[in-house]
C-alpha cells in the first residue's frame, strides 16, 4: 500500500496469453450492442395531413410538392407530408423491429478476456494507449487495496504506486459526446483497479475521474479494453489474482 516491495506470487498463466486484437474488437462491439435500446418511429409520424399534390401537379406556377388543403387556415397551401417540408416526415427514420444485438460465441468471448487481462501486463501496450505511470505492469498490490473507504486514502495510494500522473492526465482530458438531444463531455480513461469482492472501493474511486472498479469475477472486455483498444492501466489486489488462477483452472485453460 506505501508502494514498497512486498511477497511474490506466480501469475497465472492467463497473462501469457497471446494478444489478440482482433477478437478484442470483436467482442467489443457484441458486447457494446447489448446495452443499446431498440427504437423507432411512428410509421404515420408527418403524414397524418391533408396534403395533395395538383392534378396534374404542372401548369400552377408553383413547385409540385403536396399542399394542405382548404382555406382561411394557417397551414392551408402550406407544403406538407414530405422529407422536405416543416413538420414532415423523416426520410430513412429508425425502425425498432432492427435487430441491433450482436451476439457472439461464448469462447471467443473468453479468449478475448484472456488476451484483454494479458494485455495489461505489457508494458509497450500500457504506454502506447496514454497511460502515465512509474511502476512495472502489472501492478499488483495486497488485497488491504479493497477496505479503503475515503477518497483521501486512495489518493494516497495513488501517489504511492506511481499512478497519480496518470489521474491527472484523465481528469485533465475532455472528450466530446455529441448526441441528438445535448453536447457534453467526459474524462479520459484511468486506471482500472480489479478486486477480488464489491467493497467500498468503488464508492472512493467515484471521486476521480476516469478510475473504474470491477471484480475479477466479472471482468469483461469493456472494462479491459475501453474502445476495443487493449492495455488499460490496470492494478490487481492479490485476492484478485487468486480469483482468476481459480477460474482459469475451471475453465480447462485457454
Known amino acids: 500500500m506505501e508502494g514498497q ?19 478484442i474488437n470483436r467482442v467489443f462491439v457484441a458486447l457494446a450492442s447489448h446495452s ?21 401537379p404542372t401548369g400552377r406556377g408553383i413547385s409540385r410538392i403536396p399542399r ?13 407530408a414530405v422529407a422536405s417540408t416543416v ?43 496514454g497511460h502515465k505511470f512509474s511502476s512495472q505492469v502489472p501492478i499488483v498490490v495486497s488485497t488491504e487495496l479493497e477496505n479503503i473507504s475515503k477518497a483521501r486514502d486512495l489518493k494516497k495510494f495513488f501517489a504511492a504506486v ?10 485533465g482530458r475532455k472528450k466530446k459526446v455529441t448526441s441528438s438531444l445535448s453536447r457534453r463531455s467526459r474524462p479520459g480513461v484511468g486506471p482500472l483497479i480489479v478486486v477480488s469482492k464489491p467493497s467500498k472501493l468503488r ?11 470491477a471484480t475479477s469475477s466479472s471482468l ?7 474502445g476495443s483498444i487493449p492495455g488499460r492501466l490496470t492494478i490487481w489486489t492479490k485476492d484478485s489474482i487468486d480469483v482468476i488462477s481459480k477460474n482459469v483452472q475451471n475453465a480447462g485453460g485457454i
Open 5 to 23: 516491495e512486498g511477497d511474490s506470487l506466480d501469475l497465472p498463466d492467463v497473462f501469457e496469453t497471446p494478444v489478440r486484437k482482433d477478437v
Open 220 to 226: 469483461s472486455v469493456l472494462d479491459l479494453a475501453p
Open 87 to 129: 413538420h414532415g416526415r423523416l426520410p430513412h427514420p429508425p425502425r425498432s423491429e432492427k435487430v441491433i444485438r450482436k451476439e457472439i460465441n461464448s469462447k471467443e468471448k473468453y479468449l478475448a478476456t484472456a488476451s484483454a487481462i494479458a494485455a495489461t501486463a505489457d508494458q509497450s501496450l500500457v504506454q502506447k494507449r
Open 68 to 80: 394542405v388543403k382548404g382555406e382561411r387556415y394557417s397551414r392551408s397551401g402550406m407544403a406538407a
Open 162 to 171: 506511481g499512478a497519480d500522473k496518470d489521474i491527472e492526465r484523465a481528469s
Open 36 to 56: 443499446k435500446q431498440p427504437q423507432g418511429r411512428d410509421p404515420l409520424a408527418g403524414e397524418r395531413t391533408s396534403a395533395e399534390s395538383g392534378h396534374p
Open 203 to 213: 464508492e472512493a474511486s467515484k471521486a476521480f475521474p476516469g478510475v473504474n472498479v
